[in-house]
T-cell receptor, first 112, second 110 residues
């Protein structure tokens, strides 16, 4: 039973660049949520995708966008990267937008 | 003030000690989730509870809804328990939104 998988595990980008992170949900799950976790902080909610639509959004600028595919996998895109975007990006999946969330191992993004 | 507060922020214990991590929240919740995060970043679910007490191995989680407080206990702690423990609440209503605490960093010394 495959859990939540994220790729890549690590990424280094330069300010102003764009980045795409990918997530495959746990088998049987249809909802994907993305979180940003800065060093020493708890995860902050970015947005949630269900039925290929963004259903909820946290307090993040429009530079953060996403997509969900028919197979329930998801992408997180960040444009015009800032140094402050350096963080661990966590993907979590669930069934029918309901808890509990199951988390991936994250993608660590460093912006230089 | 954060809606979810954890204490302590950092904790160092000797192997074998009994450990308690506390979580207080100020919002209405439908459930509370205890999570474990290892240095690599991956988060593992420990418990989700909405009332009473749950036990799994050496881990025990309790919640008091009236007092808006939950505790995670680790009995006979071991160095492999070293991790960050995060409390997350699931808000009432139809959105099932999670709010996370900042975590308790636990180090268990051999």
């Amino acid at each position: 039973d495959a859990g939540v998988t994220q790729s890549p595990t690590h990424l280094i980008k330069t300010r102003g660049q764009q980045v795409t992170l990918r997530c495959s949900p746990k088998s049987g799950h249809d909802t994907v949520s993305w979180y940003q976790q800065a060093l020493g902080q708890g995860p902050q909610f970015i947005f949630q995708y269900y039925e290929e639509e963004e259903r909820q959004r946290g307090n993040f600028p429009d530079r953060f966008s996403g997509h969900q595919f028919p197979n329930y996998s998801s992408e997180l895109n960040v444009n015009a990267l800032l140094l402050g975007d350096s963080a661990l990006y966590l993907c979590a999946s669930s069934l029918g937008q309901m808890p509990p969330l199951h988390f991936g191992n994250g993608t660590r993004l460093t912006v230089t | 003030k954060n809606e979810v507060e954890q204490s302590p922020q950092n904790l160092t214990a000797q192997e074998g000690e009994f450990i308690t991590i506390n979580c207080s929240y100020s919002v209405g919740i439908s459930a509370l989730h205890w999570l474990q995060q290892h240095p690599g970043g991956g988060i593992v679910s420990l418990f989700m509870l909405s009332s009473g007490k749950k036990k799994h191995g050496r881990l025990i989680a309790t919640i008091n809804i009236q007092e808006k407080h939950s505790s995670l206990h680790i009995t006979a702690s071991h160095p492999r328990d070293s991790a960050v423990y995060i409390c997350a609440v699931v808000l009432v209503g139809g959105t099932y939104k999670y709010i996370f605490g900042t975590g308790t960093r636990l180090k268990v010394l051999a």
